[in-house]
């Protein structure tokens, strides 16, 4: 009997629809590399990330990427952040073609399914499938979901917009294979099962928590046009995800540590679970006690428990964690900003602003607005001061 998890929602059991595929380069046959001995390498290169050691993971992951696709999709995915976190254009173009070459990789170690696998898929179909075309399924889908996200912020034209679209939806499909692969398949002892039961539990719990957030027009032209929008789902999968020792289990926490003491504060739902959130976070310290991301985290939770003065000793040191990756800085510095507003540090808080308008890329006007603002809050009110502020303001 093929085993499966119960929380995957019916809507996955009808076949794929027809995929929007881009053309991939010819590559060479590299030698193969272990799928067992790639995962638990790529497992070290992600407690590296984790424990602030980004270079360090970036040329462990880099260093197999020709050949391994879990290293491929590593390498991409740390080119990613860094790309989505400076909104630079070299960045963001460097990311975009590395991206691409690990979604080649993927690829090719996919089954590549005839004519008739297409109209219809013997009971034995998913059996055959071997364990690299099993999560080079997946890691295919995860591929496509950043290079889709990226075609978004590369450039802002119609076309654009088209092609991450697709992208987007190929991706979905990609991860409803992955649905029925998990369903079907008859497992038996397979040691890598978990990374990859915990990895589409990270795509279709992301997907599903993520629609359920658009607005309900929206909501429903997507779920129209086959995409699913469950909520509850999502949380539910993203939950039995974090539970596995697998390399994207933390990945699981992170989302649902976002959801929790993030979106729904930054959305007004009030549909946070704070405890939920800290015993997350206990976990995580375990594994990653100096991590920056941990630390941010931990930091944020005690911000909207109400602890400030804890929020800003926490913020402060995931800041002086790491001194590599300073866009991790400017979330703190966001953060603090309004710590110091919940204080009525203005002076403070104005500061933070003017470090952000000085280093960060995101938005200028809302930075120098924000410094503005704070200004006017002070109590000395000086000629400068004042003539500085409309300066701000134009």
């Not at 076949?15 to 380069?25: I, S, T, V």
Request: proline letters at 1%.
């Amino acid at each position: 009997m093929a085993e499966g998890g119960s929380v995957f929602s019916e809507e996955f059991n009808e076949e794929d629809d027809e995929e929007f595929q881009d053309a991939f380069e010819v590559l060479p046959e590299p030698s193969a590399v272990n799928l067992h001995a790639s995962i638990e390498d790529a497992m070290t290169a992600m407690n590296l990330f984790l424990n602030n050691g980004f270079d360090e993971a970036k040329t462990h992951f880099k260093k197999l990427a020709d050949r391994s696709m879990y290293h491929a999709l590593g390498y991409g995915t740390v080119m990613f952040l860094q790309a989505s976190m400076t909104f630079d254009a070299a960045a963001i173009d460097s990311a975009y073609e590395v991206v691409k070459h690990s979604t080649s990789i993927c690829n090719r170690h996919r089954r590549k399914s005839g004519f008739m696998d297409s109209l219809y898929k013997q009971k034995t179909y998913y059996d055959d499938l071997t364990k690299e075309q099993v999560h080079a399924e997946l890691c295919y889908a995860e591929c496509l979901l950043e290079r889709a996200l990226l075609t978004f912020i590369q450039d802002e034209n119609l076309i654009n917009f088209i092609k991450g679209s697709l992208r987007i939806k190929s991706c979905y499909n990609s991860y409803k294979e992955c649905v029925q692969i998990l369903s079907r398949r008859n497992w038996k002892i397979d040691d890598e099962k978990v990374h990859f039961e915990s990895g589409v539990c990270l795509g279709v719990g992301s997907f599903n928590l993520m629609i359920s957030l658009m607005p309900t027009r929206m909501m429903k032209l997507l779920e129209f046009v086959g995409f699913s929008g469950n909520m509850r789902k999502g949380l539910l999968l993203l939950e039995k995800g974090a539970q596995f020792n697998s390399m994207r289990g933390p990945l699981c926490s992170f989302a649902l540590l976002a959801y929790h003491v993030i979106i729904t504060y930054v959305m007004g739902t009030g549909e946070g679970d704070v405890k939920f959130a800290s015993d997350l976070i206990e976990q995580l310290l375990v594994r990653y006690p100096k991590g920056a991301i941990t630390l941010f985290y931990l930091a944020r939770l005690n911000e909207v428990a109400g602890n400030i003065n804890n929020a800003v000793v926490r913020f402060e040191e995931s800041i002086d964690s790491q001194k590599l990756w300073l866009q991790l800085h400017h979330l703190c510095y966001w953060e603090l900003m309004f710590c110091h507003c919940f204080k009525g540090d203005w002076l403070l808080a104005m500061k933070y602003a003017e470090k952000l308008l000085a280093e960060s890329r995101w938005s200028k006007a809302t930075y120098a607005y924000q410094k503005a603002v704070f200004l006017l809050m002070c109590d000395e009110q000086s000629e400068n001061t004042k003539s500085h502020v409309m300066h701000l303001l134009q």
